[in-house]
């Protein structure tokens, strides 16, 4: 099993564009996350999903959007990019709850300028 | 909702047991208490979850008092590997009250 890939590893945006990351996971897990990571800081959540079609806010939601077509993927759209949302991404899955074990994607490190 | 509070910092030599505590005081009844290990450039990596008294697993124990307002993290005989930042959590199934907060840095000497 892959578990958790995300792409791209990194990206550099401009003030305003839009842009796509990718999730995804092969261990048939109902939840899925999106966390973003500040530097020197702890993740705090976007946004969740508790199954296919079933999406919702998390902590930070603000100038995101998330869908939940399929089981496997969770990507994660910015709808016009800020310098603000400089920061490390990390998706990740669980089979039983975001207050369990989650398992975590290697990451997105995003720069906008 | 409940926060946690956890030393910024903690360093210790190879070879130690090392114990790391994080106060809960606002826990619900509800909540579970779970542990993450983060390297650098990586995402976290669950290490152990626990509601009350005591859990082992191969890798730490959690140790829960009764009144749950803190557990304590103990990592057995570390080694230069576990250098890393912990994370401590406190939640329920409502995931708008999973919080990560800023860990602990753990720095392993030799």
């Known amino acids: 099993n892959a578990g958790v890939t995300q792409t791209p590893k990194f990206q550099v945006l401009k003030t305003g564009q839009s842009m796509t990351l990718q999730c995804a996971q092969d261990m048939n897990h109902e939840y899925m996350s999106w966390y973003r990571q500040d530097p020197g800081m702890g993740l705090r959540l976007i946004h969740y999903?508790?199954?296919?079609?079933?999406?919702d806010q998390g902590e930070v939601p603000n100038g995101y959007n998330v869908s939940r077509s399929t089981t496997e993927d969770f990507p994660l759209r910015l709808l016009s990019a800020a310098p603000s949302q400089t920061s490390v991404y990390f998706c990740?899955?669980?089979?039983?709850?975001?207050?369990?074990?989650?398992?975590f994607g290697p990451g997105t490190r995003l720069t906008v300028t | 909702l409940a926060k946690t509070t956890q030393p910024i910092s903690m360093d210790s030599y190879e070879g130690q047991e090392v114990n790391i505590t994080c106060s809960h005081n606002?826990?619900?009844?509800?909540?579970?208490i779970t542990w993450y290990q983060q390297f650098p450039s990586q995402g976290p990596r669950f290490i152990i979850q626990?509601?009350?008294t005591k859990v082992t697993n191969e890798v730490a124990s959690l140790f829960i008092p009764a009144d749950r307002k803190s557990s304590t993290l103990s990592l057995p005989r570390v080694s230069l590997s576990d250098t890393a930042v912990y994370y401590c959590?406190?939640?329920?199934?409502?995931?708008?009250?999973?919080?990560f907060g800023s860990g602990t840095r753990l720095s392993i000497r030799p």
């Open positions: 959590l406190v939640g329920d199934s409502s995931a708008s009250k999973i919080i």
């Open positions: 990740a899955s669980s089979s039983t709850g975001l207050d369990y074990e989650q398992y």
């Open positions: 999903s508790v199954g296919a079609g079933i999406t």
């Open positions: 606002n826990i619900a009844t509800n909540d579970y």
């Open positions: 626990g509601y009350k």
